[in-house]
């Protein structure tokens, strides 16, 4: 048979409803329908999760937000209550929702809670502009009494060295990878000793009045016995070069402690200026050998190094490594976040809520409660303030 007519065979053979399909060059092919429709499925679905998961972690992130500012909003109200009952010399008013006292110098300070505006505190002196002290306010009244009974009274309390000004744990830092993305990379030893000195800049989220105590996580090494003490200092940063300005502290670790594994050694801190450590502030905790000579050799402190983080600095600590190779000439910069080598502890001062044991007979005061409310969260602050003036 001819090619032509073999064609024409082909054609008038085939069958009824019979179609044929250009399938293109040998072994390719497509994607069908029912694998089309099973990956959008599959991807609708994750999408979905990821949506959820995400939604999850804006709910979490927005409530604790919402906890710290009705807690800072209660606080913040508390104080200013607290230091004009301290002043008063005459207490005009105390009700529910309002007070009205005189001070030392002689001013007129009011307080009202204004339920017209979703419950605004409002704060104003003699005639001047009012001043918002806490929103979102359910409650906030006042009474002027005399107590014979024990009572809580809100006042200065002083925490000494358990109080932290920068300081992880063990495990903090893993916990934080954990569920970060991060390379992690390998711990690291930097030497003190002749010219090289280890700093780290600090930013405290506290205020402290006085540093107390310092720990270093250091080891020596069997080449290089320990031949001199190390130098702990801390200091202010300068405002304009951001390094070490004004010695706040300092201490030594003596050599004989420095052993053969990494430790925790701990070293009281001697105050050389009285500055109090501010929230928020710039400082540098220093470590260096303390001797002259050549080749003097300290010990060597461990750093864990991490790159390539994201999101962000871990913790809120907001603290770098650096390597100072010329005596604090320069410091090199940060390239790496790392778990700190140091701990630093200090004396701080806070307003704390403390129950009174003892009882007070006919003792004149202002009692409060004031109850902040935000969407479910809800804060409450209560108490008695003794009048030491009238």
């Known amino acids: 048979m001819s090619p032509a007519a073999s064609r024409s065979c082909r ?34 679905l994750l999408s979905v999760a990821l949506a959820h998961l995400l939604s999850l972690v804006l709910d979490l992130t927005r409530t604790v937000r919402a906890k710290d500012d009705l807690r800072r909003d209660a606080q913040l109200a508390v104080a200013l209550v607290r230091r004009d009952v301290s002043q008063a010399r005459a207490i005009l008013s105390a009700t529910e929702g309002a007070m009205a006292l005189v001070t030392d110098a002689g001013d007129t300070v009011h307080y009202a809670l204004d339920l017209t505006a979703d419950g605004v505190l409002e704060r104003w002196v003699n005639h001047g502009t009012r001043q918002t002290v806490a929103a979102a306010v359910d409650t906030a009244a006042f009474a002027l009494r005399s107590v014979s009974r024990p009572y809580t009274d809100e006042r200065m309390s002083t925490v000494t060295a358990d109080a932290r000004v920068a300081k992880f744990e063990p495990g903090d830092w893993d916990q934080w990878v954990a569920r970060t993305i991060c390379d992690y990379d390998t711990r690291l030893e930097r030497k003190i000793g002749d010219s090289r000195w280890c700093a780290e800049e600090f930013w405290p989220t506290e205020g402290f009045d006085a540093l107390t105590r310092a720990a270093l996580r250091i080891k020596a090494r069997d080449q290089y016995p320990t031949q001199v003490d190390v130098l702990i200092r801390v200091y202010t940063a300068d405002v304009v070069t951001g390094y070490p300005s004004l010695l706040l502290a300092e201490g030594r670790i003596p050599k004989a402690s420095v052993t053969q594994a990494y430790t925790w050694i701990e070293v009281p801190l001697t105050t050389i200026t009285l500055t109090s450590i501010v929230a928020g502030g710039h400082y540098w905790i220093i470590f260096r050998h303390d001797g002259t000579g050549s080749n003097t050799y300290a010990g060597h402190v461990e750093v864990e190094r991490l790159k390539n983080c994201d999101p962000g600095d871990p913790l809120n600590n907001y603290m770098f490594y650096r390597q100072s190779d010329n005596a604090g000439g320069w410091w090199d910069s940060p390239s790496h976040l790392r778990e700190t080598f140091f701990r630093l502890y200090g004396q701080r001062t806070a307003n704390q809520l403390v129950d009174q044991t003892q009882t007070i007979v006919g003792k004149l005061g202002i009692d409060y409660r004031i109850a902040l409310r935000r969407d479910s969260e809800r804060e409450y602050r209560a108490g008695y303030l003794a009048l030491h003036n009238l």
């Open 11 to 44: 054609r008038r053979c085939r069958k009824p409803g019979h179609r044929s399909f250009d399938r293109g060059p040998a072994g390719a092919r497509g994607f069908t329908l029912v694998e089309v429709l099973v990956a959008a499925s599959i991807t609708a």
